[in-house]
């Protein structure tokens, strides 16, 4: 089909200048950028609004997997994982030699490359020159998942050929196959995946950047296309799917050509694998083209369907790319007027801009959804961790606590399979699973890691982030409605768990998996019981709040609970002495838990020095790649001991290896590339939030419960735009005439 170049002229219209004009540089603590040195080892980061996403890629054109919030695929064999819905972001380019996402990745193919991850924006711009085949071409592709209109993203491409003649161009929307071999992980044992998974000519071994270990047992999950089409008229593509078992979903794409372009072809490509618009075009040397595909995307429960889709993407089209890209600015500019900033280390500013840019894309407003363990990705299967509320939440909620709130609203609507699990394993209340699917809240836990079923302590943890969320909003109507129902069925369950030592006259649990997980099944796990207790605690101080009884027995247990200590070296346990403390672990000891700041376990300043003492001892012993978690917490313990070098030394630590280039994605540990785990972002954080300034959410507030400390080579530290209780402030930690570090409240 042919047009000429001043036909559809409404369609064919886009901005032909890429972005509105910056009026002043950004910050470059916002700037991440990829050169042609990072081809063979490029870790994809990805760009999403807490809805939906895409992964990046190095040429920004190629075809990319993207995941949409609690889309979750179903199989009665396996464990429930995040669906890839159909890829929106791919655009390819043939200038006549070769497509460019075909041609092999070369700096001298790829001349002049670089790649910006803008944060402060929440944009990837990638620019390079083609040149293959004789013929060269520059090329800038920018893309974004809008954070102000969260049904939509765009991705525009500008070319500027060095020749004369007809080029081609496609804007696919990438229809994914379900992923082979897929195993029973539902059932299988740890030793029955290993095998299986090495039948299959796969391993669960360590691999080069950016492979994760698990790569073989972290696939995701497949979206069934139902229907689809396309338009060449309209320039329009969509399509209605359905995740495997699961929730429907829909796309649609409205592409926008340039009026200067004389077209000489347009028609639709449709497969089982594709759905794609096919340009054909003449150009001129030296003209710079720009092409931009707008995509809408839903899920059930969260917009409509495939033409509601349609109508979506269209009024974007008619609106413009800069228009929707500086509404997209503006609500990412106003998401960072809550900041962390690091007066005096450009390193760790660039690390904290990177984990909170990374918190800030999957967060939602007004929903009941937890993040995934690993954002947006398949990794860790997409199901709700202690991560969330222990992690996740805190990180968030004096900086951003409307985009905490979802954490604790998510644990209210997930109550009845919390409440069945519970009667499942003989308890009382709500006892929820360590692994939860973000959209029915129910256990899916794979099989091979069923013994975690006794690391009950994420229980008391939910309890401590709901109570968190009361004291900082003061809101005691949500605490009624939603907070209180949550605490008191978690304190049931723990009055039902635990066990009466008569002759020692104490309360102990059972059965537990410390949070140093190759220790299964011990007793009296040191941190388990002491985040029990105080949920318990908490439980009988929100039943004052909203005028409820509580039950006696809540503070008879809290009062008796046994918490393992060593008289004779003045130092906690992990746990009951009975159990041999031997084994290789990523922790080496779980003491340094009892110090986190949503626990943190009164003790004298011996004892907390003792523990910390006793952490590094056992991470040089027993400890084996440890993961990040674990510096987050050293961080923390030195800042509680006042130990500013200390502090400063760990979080420097927690830079060197985990923080994979070109973008800052954070791995679990330095080896098994295990990455997008937002817990050790938002720990980087909580190291600075909570443990640089010694502040804590109390009963008196918003609490200066340790003195600050400021590493010896900082000059400051701010927290800006703070919100506790309805008032917002900056707090800033600086040095006094005397050279020692102080906190500063100014209210906002």
């Keep these: 089909m042919s047009f000429r170049r001043f036909g559809f002229s409404g369609l064919f219209l886009a901005a032909f200048a890429v972005a509105p004009a910056s009026h002043a540089a ?79 990745l070369d700096k001298k193919i790829f001349a002049d490359y670089a790649q910006t991850l803008d944060m402060h924006d929440g944009t990837l711009t990638t620019r ?9 071409t520059d090329v800038k592709v920018i893309t974004f998942v809008s954070q102000a209109d969260t049904h939509l993203a765009a991705t525009q491409i500008s070319i500027t050929p060095q020749f004369d003649g007809s080029v081609e161009l496609t804007f696919p929307i990438r229809l994914w196959t379900e992923h082979q071999p897929r195993f029973p992980i539902g059932s299988m044992t740890g030793d029955e995946m290993i095998s299986a998974v090495i039948a299959s000519g796969q391993n669960l071994d360590n691999k080069p950047v950016p492979t994760p270990d698990r790569a073989a047992v972290w696939y995701p999950g497949y979206t069934e296309v139902t229907s689809s089409d396309g338009d060449t008229k309209t320039l329009t593509l969509w399509l209605d799917g359905r995740a495997k078992e699961g929730l429907s979903m829909a796309e649609a794409a409205a592409v926008a050509l340039p009026k200067n372009l004389t077209i000489q072809n347009v028609k639709l490509d449709k497969t089982s694998n594709l ?33 509601s889709d349609v109508a979506l993407a269209k009024q974007a089209r008619e609106s413009g790319f800069d228009a929707l890209l500086a509404k997209h600015q503006t609500a990412w500019h106003e998401l960072w007027k809550s900041d962390i900033v690091v007066d005096g280390d450009p390193q760790v500013q660039k690390a904290v801009h990177s984990d909170l840019y990374y918190l800030l894309s999957n967060t939602t407003v007004g929903t009941a959804w937890p993040m995934g363990a690993c954002a947006l990705t398949p990794n860790y299967a997409g199901h709700a961790f202690w991560d969330s509320d222990s992690w996740v939440f805190p990180a968030l909620l004096l900086l951003h606590p409307e985009r905490a ?63 968190q969320y009361y004291l900082a909003s003061g809101d005691d ?21 635990v066990t009466y030592n008569k002759a020692e006259d104490r309360y102990e649990i059972m059965h537990v998996t410390s949070p140093d997980e190759a220790y299964d099944d011990v007793p009296n796990d040191s941190f388990t019981n002491a985040a029990a207790r105080k949920a318990l605690q908490i439980a009988i101080e929100a039943a004052k709040k909203v005028g409820e009884p509580a039950d006696p027995q809540w503070a008879t247990i809290a009062s008796k609970m046994y918490i393992p200590f060593l008289e004779k070296e003045q130092r906690h ?24 700041p949503n626990l943190d376990l009164p003790m004298s300043e011996a004892v907390r020095r003792n523990d910390f003492d006793f952490q590094l001892h056992e991470l040089k012993v ?13 961080a923390v313990g030195a800042s509680e001991l006042g130990d500013a070098k200390s502090a400063g030394d760990w979080i420097q630590r927690n830079l060197v290896g985990f923080l994979k280039p070109p973008f800052n994605v954070r791995t679990e540990t330095v080896a098994n590339n295990a990455g997008y785990i937002l817990a050790t972002s938002s720990g980087f954080l909580q190291s600075m939030i909570y443990g640089l300034t010694g502040l804590r959410i109390d009963d008196k507030g918003l609490d200066a419960e340790y003195a600050p400390v400021l590493p010896l080579h900082w000059n400051a530290l701010t927290l800006k735009r703070v919100s506790f209780q309805g ?22």
């Design 275 to 307: 759905l794609s618009l096919h340009v054909t075009a003449k150009v001129a040397k030296g003209t710079t083209y720009t092409f931009t595909k707008y995509l809408a995307a839903s899920r059930q429960d969260w917009g409509g369907d495939a033409q």
């Design 26 to 104: 950004t910050d470059p603590s916002f700037l991440l950028t990829a050169s042609a040195d990072n081809f063979g080892s490029y870790f994809p980061s990805y760009l999403a609004n807490g809805y939906f996403s895409t992964m990046t890629s190095p040429r920004g054109t190629e075809p990319a997997r993207a995941y949409m919030v609690a889309f979750m695929d179903y199989d009665k064999r396996d464990a429930s994982r995040p669906a890839a819905i159909p890829g929106w972001s791919e655009i390819d380019y043939n200038p006549g030699g070769g497509w460019i996402n075909s041609t092999r």
């Design 727 to 748: 008032k917002q402030y900056d707090i800033t930690i600086k040095r006094n005439a005397q050279d020692k570090a102080e906190l500063v409240r100014r209210a906002l």
């Design 573 to 596: 346990l992990d746990f009951d002495q009975s159990v041999p403390h031997d084994k290789i672990t990523w922790m080496g000891s779980s003491l340094a838990w009892l110090m986190y």
């Design 622 to 634: 027993h400890g084996d790649d440890p993961n990040e978690m674990m510096m987050v917490m050293l």
């Design 128 to 136: 390079y020159r083609f040149d293959y085949a004789n013929k060269s």
């Design 405 to 467: 709130k979802p954490i604790v609203m998510f644990r209210n609507r997930t109550m009845q399979p919390a409440r069945e699990r519970a009667i499942q394993y003989g308890a009382k209340g709500t006892m929820y699973p360590w692994e939860s699917d973000p959209q029915t809240g129910v256990d899916n836990t794979p099989h091979f890691a069923y013994g975690v079923f006794r690391e009950i302590h994420v229980n008391a943890d939910i309890a401590i982030a709901q109570w």
């Design 477 to 497: 109507a949500w605490l009624k409605q939603y907070g209180w129902p949550v605490i008191r069925e978690i304190a049931e369950f723990w009055a039902s768990r």
